[in-house]
């Protein structure tokens, strides 16, 4: 079992930046993992994965050269460093834990946090 709790989400202006943070416990360290956004009114989205090694990120389209996911295995923390963020970035951001980051990307997480808050403001 793992269990994922965000943290880090709040109001920033457009322009700004974020980092998000993601506890997780349990056995981590057998997981990629991952981010997701779900706007009001709109389908959750992929933001980014990571696999447990870090040796490999991938990222949504029009987050690439704006975020980067990282993670310590040692603090059992994921991150999401949001920056020169848009108005359309506003959603809830939800942390995911997978077998690989392929599932990631289409969708098939094993494990879900409960989601953490990120507002833009123009």
Known sequence: QVQLVESGGGLVQAGGSLRLSCTVSGRNVYYDMGWFRQ???KEREFVAAITRNSATTLY?????GRFAISRDNVKN???LQMNSLKPEDTARY?????VSVASL???????????TEVTVSS
């Open 39 to 41: 706007a009001p009114g």
């Open 60 to 64: 949504g389209d029009s987050m690439k």
């Open 77 to 79: 923390t994921m991150y």
């Open 94 to 98: 939800y942390c995911a834990a997978s």
């Open 105 to 115: 990307t289409t969708h098939r997480v094993d494990y879900w946090g409960q989601g």
